[in-house]
């Protein structure tokens, strides 16, 4: 995106080397007890430490000395208090000896006390990092859609690129996807963006392919 060097990692995070900076985004922790605390579906309690595994994976990987999480990180208001001890525990060691910022998302409007900065939006070197994207076209980085692409029978979470701005997927182990060619993400992003599909191996495609 413009003149910033930010690499996609196959994690489904985004590293921004100049600034020692790793971006996440839609960790919704906390989705199984959620799920089971409203008498949804009964999923294995799992996914908050599969979630921080990967995340601590990432943050060793590269070194950041800052992370930002772009909205979205509890899936719901009460999930950050409902963490278990083992849970809140890595949580806490990830993000204390870090600068890290928690973005507002439309799941946790309000802030959780798992330490941080919380911020509506922030800028850093002219990149504004938000939740959802912004109507018009500026240098962004923006969560909220969980966008996924396919290649034949390969389905995987995507990042999307263009001059102007980044969607990236979800970070959380529980989240479903929207079709990179669905018109919320059409009328986002320009007409030469790419997908760049997650996994072992990143592939990237046009967005604006019909899915083969």
């Not at 290649?151 to 999307?160: E, K, M, N, Q, S």
Request: charged share 20%; aromatic share 6%.
């Amino acid at each position: 995106m413009g003149r910033a060097a930010l690499v996609a990692l196959p994690g489904r995070a985004l590293f921004w080397p100049a600034q020692s900076l790793l971006v996440v985004s839609d960790l919704h922790l906390g989705k199984s007890e959620r799920l089971a605390r409203r008498g949804g579906s009964l999923l294995p309690p799992y996914d908050t430490a599969a979630t921080l595994g990967r995340l601590a994976t990432d943050l060793a990987m590269t070194g950041a000395q800052s992370v930002i999480s772009l909205g979205d990180s509890f899936d719901d208001v009460a999930a950050g208090g409902g963490l278990g001890d083992d849970d809140r525990d890595h949580l806490m060691a990830l993000v204390t000896p870090r600068n890290w910022t928690w973005i507002m998302g439309n799941h946790d409007p309000v802030p959780a006390t798992v330490g941080g900065q919380h911020q509506d939006e922030i800028t850093v070197d002219g990149i504004t990092f938000r939740h959802i994207a912004g109507a018009d076209p500026v240098a962004e980085v923006s969560g909220h859609y969980h966008p996924k692409a396919r290649i034949g029978a390969t389905t995987r979470p995507c990042f999307l690129i263009d001059e102007a701005r980044v969607i990236m997927p979800a970070y959380g182990t529980y989240t479903g996807g929207l079709w990179c060619d669905d018109p919320a993400l059409r009328c986002l992003m320009q007409p030469r963006a790419l997908a760049i599909m997650t996994g072992t191996r990143a592939i990237a495609r046009p967005m604006h392919l019909d899915r083969v």
